[in-house]
C-alpha cells in the first residue's frame, strides 16, 4: 500500500473531510442476517448491473485523486463474489489508498488470511452477533459458526487488526453482550455493539428501538462495573471503553440514534454503483451509469463534487429527503 500519498483535501458543505469510502462490492450473500434480510433473501441485483471490478478501480483512483484515502471493502459477503482477492491485489496498489479494511461475516474467509496479511491489508471487521451455535443458527438462519470462530483465530494468528462487529437485537442475542465482551479480557481486539437499524430489506423491526446505545452501556456497567473512556479515534462511529483489567476494548455505535454525525468523513458506493453521501440517503448519484454512458474522470470527478456539496447535514435529514422509507437490506450497501 502507498502510504502517506500526499493530495489535496476535499470538504463537504458542513466542513467535513470526505477520506473515506465504503464499497459494496457485491450484494450477495452466503448467510441470511435477520436484521440484514428477510429469511428467504433479497432479490439480487442482476449480474450485468453490479459493478464490474475494472468499474470499481476507475472509480477508486478517481476518488483517490479528490483525498480520499482509506478504503473499505465490505458487501453482501466481499468473499461470496468470485475474483475478490485479484480485486485486492489491484487496490491495495492504488497510489493514495493508504488503508484497505475488510468487513466480513468469516464464513468463508479463513483461507485468505495469510494472503490478506501479505496484503497489508490494515484491519479486518468480522460480523459475529453470537458464538452460541443456536443462536447463530437462528440470527443468521446458517450453520456456520464453526467456520466464523476459525476465521477469528486465523486472523488473530496472522495478527491482522480485528474488530468484531455485533448487532444487539432486542430477545435474539442479548446474554452475547457479555459474552462477547468477555473475548476483550485476553484478546487485544475491539468488540463493537452496533444499534440495529431497519435496513432489513422488509422495513422497521420495531416501532421503538429499545436496545439503544445507551441502554446497551447501562447493560454492560451492571455487569462489568463503571467502564474506563478511552479516547475515540478522529470520525469514529463507536464510543470506545475499556472494562477494567482488559486487553482489547469495547465500543457502541449509535447507528440508529445517529449521534456522530457531525464529523461524518465517509461516503459509500453500493453494489450497483449509486453513490450515498449518507447512509441514510437515497442514493445521490449514478456512477455506473456515468461509467457506462462514457463519461470523462474529469466529468466523474465532477459530479462527485457537486454530491459532496449538497450532503445532508445528518442521518435524520438524509432520511427527510428520501422519497420512500427505509426499507433496502444493508446487503445492497454495505453497512
Ligand atoms: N457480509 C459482511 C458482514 O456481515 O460483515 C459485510 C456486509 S454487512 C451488510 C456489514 C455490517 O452491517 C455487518 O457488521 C452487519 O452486522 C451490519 N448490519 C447489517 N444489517 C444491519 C442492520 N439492520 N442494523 C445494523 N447493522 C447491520
Ligand atoms: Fe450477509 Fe452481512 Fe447481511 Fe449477514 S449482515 S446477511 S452476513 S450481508
Avoid at 458487501?75 to 463474489?81: K, L, S, Y
Avoid at 491485489?89 to 493508504?98: A, D
Avoid at 453470537?130 to 476465521?151: G, N, P, Q
Wanted: glycine fraction near 6%.
Amino acid at each position: 500500500m502507498s502510504e502517506n500519498h500526499q493530495i489535496s483535501q476535499v470538504f463537504d458543505n458542513h466542513g467535513r473531510p470526505i477520506n473515506y469510502v465504503r464499497l459494496a462490492v457485491t450484494d450477495r450473500c452466503n448467510l441470511r442476517c435477520f436484521y440484514c434480510m428477510p429469511a428467504d433473501g433479497i432479490k439480487y441485483v442482476p449480474k450485468k448491473e453490479l459493478m464490474t471490478y475494472e468499474e470499481m478501480e476507475r472509480v477508486l483512483r478517481v476518488l483517490t485523486s479528490l483525498g480520499v484515502s482509506k478504503l473499505r471493502i465490505t458487501g453482501g459477503e466481499p468473499f461470496a463474489r468470485q475474483h475478490i482477492m485479484s480485486f485486492l491485489e489491484k487496490v491495495v496498489n492504488i497510489p493514495g489508498m493508504n488503508q484497505v479494511h475488510i468487513t466480513t461475516n468469516g464464513v468463508l474467509t479463513a483461507p485468505y488470511v495469510e494472503r490478506l496479511k501479505q496484503l497489508g491489508i490494515s484491519s479486518i471487521n468480522l460480523s459475529i452477533d453470537t458464538l452460541d451455535r443456536d443462536r447463530f443458527k437462528m440470527i443468521a438462519r446458517r450453520d456456520e459458526v464453526h467456520k466464523v470462530k476459525e476465521t477469528f483465530y486465523k486472523v488473530l494468528e496472522a495478527d491482522i487488526s480485528l474488530k468484531i462487529n455485533a448487532v444487539v437485537i432486542q430477545d435474539k442475542n442479548l446474554e452475547d453482550i457479555v459474552l462477547l465482551s468477555n473475548l476483550t479480557k485476553e484478546h487485544p481486539i475491539g468488540v463493537r455493539f452496533i444499534e440495529e437499524m431497519p435496513f432489513n430489506g422488509e422495513g422497521a423491526h420495531y416501532p421503538v428501538l429499545k436496545w439503544d446505545h445507551k441502554r446497551i452501556i447501562s447493560h454492560l456497567t451492571d455487569h462489568f462495573g463503571p467502564l474506563i473512556k478511552i479516547q475515540d479515534q478522529a470520525h469514529s462511529t463507536s464510543s470506545n471503553y475499556r472494562i477494567p483489567g482488559h486487553l482489547g476494548t469495547i465500543g457502541v455505535i449509535a447507528a440508529f440514534s445517529r449521534t456522530f454525525c457531525g464529523s461524518c468523513n465517509r461516503i459509500r458506493i453500493t453494489s450497483k454503483g449509486m453513490l450515498k453521501t449518507c447512509l441514510y440517503d437515497n442514493g445521490v448519484l449514478d456512477i455506473r451509469k456515468m461509467l457506462r454512458t462514457g463519461s470523462s474522470d474529469l466529468e466523474i470527478k465532477q459530479e462527485f463534487l457537486k454530491a459532496f456539496a449538497n450532503r445532508a447535514p445528518d442521518g435524520f435529514a438524509a432520511e427527510a429527503s428520501r422519497s420512500g422509507k427505509v426499507t433496502e437490506s444493508m446487503s445492497e450497501i454495505g453497512g
